[in-house]
């Protein structure tokens, strides 16, 4: 007992009872075990349903026994047997490709106009191989007729001419061989193209003729790429009038007198020529030969006519594979010698004696040389062709000096060169650039040729040059500069006033449009 005498209280500690055993739970029956729940299919979607369905479709159509596979599949599948539909589902996508071919084989045959339209379906032409870049050798679209295409009578029967800007080859009669009009490039390379436009300006009785164009090795090793606008007919031939590859393609082939586009393609760099045609952008085809590697020099134009007919071309273009720097090359390729003067530009009083000495190289050799002034732009040449033509005393009257450059800008820089030096010549003797040459004193006079016809896309520089040395001999000379692009023309006059014709033309405004013209034919750039 415990006692606070503020708050008094007691608290008696009892005593803790015994706690009675728990009752004894004796084990009943054992119950048996709950009702399984019925085994549900998992989710099928519509897509895979979808699926299966085109496959036992596929399986019954056109095949029958795939079908029952297909459809015993989808069942198990369905059903929760198994868990996918793998076999129909295969057959799915072989049926597709069926159906698919089924269908092309149905609209190929509706469009060829019953079973035998469909074995002739139109072939896809086959895709020309990749060609390296090709460089411009020559193109001439005949507007000057002294271009160095063949002209006359070339037999009883043919006679090949320039005619109002275009080249024709007019046929009086059949021929058995037909006839072929060449221009040799001065030029040689395995791989080259050539192109013209074409069309048949006459009639032929009756109304049939091959003609074309080609390239040649020499008389035994050419090839021709010829059509037939009366029936669409195209064909490449070799030199003994074997026919290497043929075709018909009216779709292409225009008819009648409308210009078509014949480009043929002569790779002869291997052991195995591979010749490809073109007609209108449209590769017609090719053909092989097991022959010699060969190197193409000329371009001709080719016609056999069944009867009396005209074929004119235009627009010929030829160019060659020039690997690596190979622009030098063209030296001997034709480009520069194109630009220069020609045989056929001459009178017979006078003689082109061709290259001066050494004037087909660069290195140590100057094309630049006015007031002894530097022309660094010298440096930058790639390629020089000089000719020279002498009256019938031996005397020089004439000269043309083509110059290939690095670039366009490297022949604009040459003509700022050249009127700086013009600018600034001094009146005192100059040491000359040429080597062996005295000093001499240059004196310039007004330009002559403020009054001159111009051509679209060709710069010009002249200049009224009299050089005089220590000893009193003087000569006077005019010297005409042209550019367009990397290529540079020398006109250099020898004989101002004494000037004889070139190509027909005795000024030197008319000579210097003659070369004009033909620098207005390459390609810009």
Known sequence: ?????????????????????????????????????????????????????????????????????ALRSYTNWITGKK??????????????????????????????????????????????????????????DFANPSSGWQVGVQDADATPGYVQGTYRIAYSDAASNGTLALRVATFSAGLVSVQADVRQVGITTPPKSAYGIGCAVDPSHLYSFVIDPGDGEWRIVDGSGNTLAEGWDVGAVHGGPTVNRIRGVCDSRTSRSTLIMFVNGREMGEAHQ?????????????????????????????SAYAPGASAAALVNQGLLDMMSVQPADLSPDHVM????????????????????????SESVRVAR?????????????????????????????????????????????????VGGAPPLLTVIGPRPDRAWRSVA????????????????????????????????????????????????????????????????QLPPG
Request: proline letters at 10%.
């Open 290 to 318: 097991d022959v010699a590697p060969k190197a193409y020099t000329t371009m001709f134009m080719a016609i056999a006519p069944s009867g009396a007919t005209v074929v004119q071309f235009d627009n010929a273009v030829f």
């Open 83 to 140: 868990n996918k539909a793998l076999f129909a589902w295969v057959w799915a996508g072989i049926g597709l490709v069926i159906w698919a071919f089924l269908a092309i084989s149905l609209v190929a045959l509706l469009a060829g106009g019953g079973w035998d339209g469909l074995s002739s379906v139109p072939s896809i032409a086959p895709h020309a191989p990749k060609l390296p870049a090709l460089r411009l050798v020559f193109r001439d």
């Open 457 to 520: 896309g060709v710069r010009r520089l002249s200049f009224d040059v009299t050089e005089r040395d220590k000893t009193g001999h003087s000569f006077h000379q005019v010297l005409v500069y042209l550019r367009k692009g990397d290529v540079l023309l020398g006109l250099y006059f020898d004989q101002p006033n004494r000037q004889p014709p070139v190509a027909g033309q005795s000024t030197l405004e008319g000579i210097t449009m003659v070369f004009q013209s033909r620098l207005a």
């Open 385 to 433: 062709r000089q000719i020279r033509v002498d009256d019938a005393s031996g005397r020089s009257v004439f000269e043309t000096e083509a110059v290939l450059y690095q670039s366009p800008a490297a022949t604009a820089r040459a003509f700022a060169e050249l009127q700086r030096a013009a600018s600034t010549c001094r009146s005192r003797f100059m040491p000359s650039p």
């Open 353 to 376: 004696t061709g290259l001066i000495d050494q004037g087909d190289q660069v290195a140590g050799q100057v094309t630049l040389d006015l007031c002894g002034a530097s022309f660094p």
């Open 1 to 69: 007992m415990f006692t606070d005498d503020d708050n008094a209280f007691t608290t008696t500690i009892v005593p803790s009872l015994p706690l009675p055993e728990p009752p004894t739970i004796e084990p009943g029956p054992t119950l048996p075990p709950p009702p399984t729940a019925p085994q549900v299919p998992a989710p099928r979607g519509w897509l895979k349903k979808t699926w299966a369905i085109v496959g036992i479709a596929s399986g019954f159509f056109p095949y029958i026994v795939p079908g029952f596979f």
